[in-house]
């Protein structure tokens, strides 16, 4: 499977910035996924974001985007979205997309494999 993050860039604070993630690959069922977002800082682990189950009935997110990141997929052009508005430089991170399961309440990546990632860098 080919998980391909875009629509990073600069932003001030905030601002909006929305990214996609586009799914490929043959076996790689997108609509029967659960899946999510989890970014890096420089110098820091990555850290779980955001998931949404294939249904698109239920969102989670960490608490420190709430009311602010909204998570959403299109299963039938196999593409998850993340919207992030009023960013704040605390959101500088390159951001992933991933499959992702719920292990004991902490969110995992289904692969160790991360695509590329897509760089958001907010200024204040």
């Known amino acids: 499977v080919q998980l391909q993050a875009s629509g990073g860039g600069l932003a001030q604070a905030g601002d909006s910035l929305r990214l996609f993630c586009a799914a490929s690959?043959?076996?790689?069922?997108?609509?029967?996924?659960?899946m999510g977002w989890f970014r890096q800082a420089p110098g820091k682990e990555r850290e779980f974001v955001a998931a949404?189950?294939?249904?698109?009935?239920?969102?989670y997110y960490v608490d420190s985007v709430k009311g602010r990141f909204t998570i959403s997929r299109d299963n039938a052009k196999k593409m998850l979205s993340l919207q992030m508005n009023n960013l704040k430089p605390e959101d500088t991170a390159r951001y992933y997309c991933?499959?992702?399961?719920?292990?004991?309440?902490?969110?995992?990546?289904?692969?160790?494999?991360w695509g590329q990632g897509t760089q958001v860098t907010v200024s204040s």
């Open positions: 991933a499959e992702v399961f719920n292990a004991g309440g902490t969110w995992r990546p289904r692969s160790p494999y």
């Open positions: 690959g043959r076996g790689f069922i997108f609509g029967r996924k659960v």
């Open positions: 949404i189950h294939w249904a698109a009935d239920s969102t």
